[in-house]
């Protein structure tokens, strides 16, 4: 899930409403806010980072939902379902 805070901008308007769907079930049924990640798991994300050629830098490992989520397009609906 790190990678699509990292991808986020450039991914396709689907893949991010797609992604933002993901977060809110994330919210809904685990109560979380953020990604936090391991130091084993950051270093395994700035691998697929580095492959890929997108800027991470390990020692950020959390990642809060509302950071992609107000990146959203206007155009992009997310299922009313997702918030209640």
Known sequence: MGFGFLAFDQFADGQKGA???RLLRERKF???ERLEL???QAQVLNKVANAVNIPYDPKERVFDFATVENKLPDTVEIPAIYYS
Do not use: D, H
Request: charged share 10%; hydrophobic share 45%.
């Open 19 to 21: 992604f933002v769907c």
């Open 30 to 32: 685990l109560g979380i």
């Open 38 to 40: 391991t130091p084993e």
